[in-house]
């Protein structure tokens, strides 16, 4: 059965102290892995997409990495600011689009 | 200017109602989806539209019927609401036909409450 996993679940954070979450997906024919940003009370928020392994793509203090089985967020020198759920989704050969349970993201000032 | 609008963003009805939620996007996207979120915050896909035309269809109670009017607008309609039903619905629209390959744009979503 085609699945996305994250974990963490939920990581708290010092301000300032990186981290990685990781998002893994089982099954072939990926046409896309998408990260989103979803804060309490709002639709998730674009920040993402990966093609194929290998590729990085970066914004601000956000780094996002595929590899052929799992995804990586990369938070660098985080503000509270950054505090979200950040949510993972995987787009298959058949129009089908799965999203993982999300990472609940909480940065400390 | 607002991407992707859904009303109402609250609804509170009792069992058995009909009720509708509305989503347009202005966007100028080809497909629009719906999704559930739960309690748990699990976000999963009910349906697709490509150009008005159904796309997706995940296991879904056939009291949900998705209404594509335009290309700009997916509107969700729900028979006889359950308890169950109760959760925060989003719309949301990607450029293309290919779902699965874009960004998709979320709405502020709706939050169904059946009591």
């Known amino acids: 059965e085609d699945q996305v996993t994250q974990s963490p679940e939920a990581l708290r954070l010092q301000e300032g102290e990186s981290s990685s979450l990781n998002c893994s997906y089982t099954?072939?024919?990926?046409?896309?892995l998408f990260w989103y940003r979803q804060d309490p009370g709002k639709g998730p928020e674009f920040l993402f997409t990966?093609?194929?392994a290998g590729e990085e793509k970066e914004k601000e203090r956000l780094k996002a990495t595929l590899t052929k089985k799992e995804s990586f967020l990369h938070i660098t020198a985080p503000k509270p600011e950054d505090s979200a759920t950040y949510l993972c989704?995987?787009?298959?050969?058949?129009?089908?689009?799965?999203f993982g349970k999300g990472t609940r993201l909480h940065i400390l000032p | 200017d607002t991407a992707v609008s859904q009303t109402p963003k609250y609804l509170v009805t009792q069992m058995g109602n009909d009720k509708s939620i509305k989503c347009e996007q202005n966007?100028?996207?080809?497909?629009m989806y719906w999704y559930k979120q739960d309690s748990k915050k699990f976000l999963k896909i009910m349906f697709s539209?490509?150009?008005?035309?159904?796309?997706i269809n995940e296991t879904v109670p056939n009291r949900f019927s998705p209404k594509s009017p335009d290309k700009a607008h997916l509107n969700l309609h729900i028979n006889s609401l359950e308890l169950g039903d109760s959760a925060v619905y989003f719309c949301?629209?990607?450029?293309?036909?290919?779902?699965?390959?874009?960004?998709?744009?979320f709405g502020p979503g709706t939050r169904l409450t059946v009591l």
């Open positions: 949301a629209s990607s450029q293309g036909s290919e779902g699965a390959t874009y960004e998709q744009f």
């Open positions: 989704a995987s787009g298959w050969a058949d129009d089908k689009i799965i």
């Open positions: 539209y490509n150009n008005k035309e159904l796309i």
């Open positions: 990966l093609y194929s």
């Open positions: 966007l100028g996207h080809d497909t």
């Open positions: 099954v072939s024919g990926l046409r896309g």
